[in-house]
T-cell receptor, first 114, second 109 residues
């Protein structure tokens, strides 16, 4: 079956531009997570949705970062007025329910800000 | 968030067993021990998880110390495709994963 799909796979933007990154989770998965991974580091948590509700956004680094999941399936991470330090791989993960189910990750979007 | 400690890197030979250690001395009674791995240019991949008892699946085995302050991920017969960064993570329920630096595993042919 299909795994977590992220698009685009690569994104290059100029500093100051807005970008939108898409995540298609595994069908029926309740929980959806976004992580940011800088080069050579482990992923860092950004935000968490349970269905359409954003329950935790404590990891979003600034108010330029915004995430939504309006119908409880596809999610979009938007970064406004991008800066060079936003360059990273953005990973999306989904899991089946509320308990200790594994998180299934997409292969991420590599964002480069020039 | 409970913290784990792993060696930065390990090396092994193809077709030999690999034992990846993880220390988690501050683990709470309800923390599960999760292992994920990340191959180059891919997202992390779930390997195994457990609470108290040792666990086996098609990918690996997880041996958990009786006091739960440490655990070991066992790859029974390493292949070149097992070369990855392995992360040991503590968590409860549908929580965010807190990744450390992990252990970079190199497999020699």
């Amino acid at each position: 079956g299909a795994g977590v799909s992220q698009s685009p796979r690569y994104k290059v933007a100029k500093r100051g531009q807005d970008v939108a990154l898409r995540c298609d989770p595994i069908s029926g998965h309740v929980s959806l997570f976004w992580y940011q991974q800088a080069l050579g580091q482990g992923p860092e948590f950004l935000t968490y949705f349970q269905n359409e509700a954003q329950l935790d956004k404590s990891g979003l680094p600034s108010d330029r970062f915004f995430a939504e999941r309006p119908e409880g399936s596809v999610s979009t991470l938007k970064i406004q007025r991008t800066q060079q330090e936003d360059s990273a791989v953005y990973l999306c993960a989904s899991s089946a329910d509320y308990s200790n189910q594994p998180q299934h990750f997409g292969d991420g979007t590599r964002l480069s800000i020039l | 968030d409970a913290k784990t400690t792993q060696p930065n890197s390990m090396e092994s030979n193809e077709e030999e067993p690999v034992h990846l250690p993880c220390n988690h001395s501050t683990i709470s009674g309800t923390d599960y021990i999760h292992w994920y791995r990340q191959l180059p240019s891919q997202g992390p991949e779930y390997v195994i998880h457990g609470l108290t008892s040792n666990v086996n699946n098609r990918m690996a085995s997880l041996a958990i110390a009786e006091d739960r302050k440490s655990s070991t991920l066992i790859l029974h017969r390493a292949t070149l495709r097992d070369a990855a960064v392995y992360y040991c993570i503590l968590g409860q329920g549908a929580q965010k994963l807190v990744f450390g630096q992990g252990t970079r595993l190199t497999i020699n042919p």
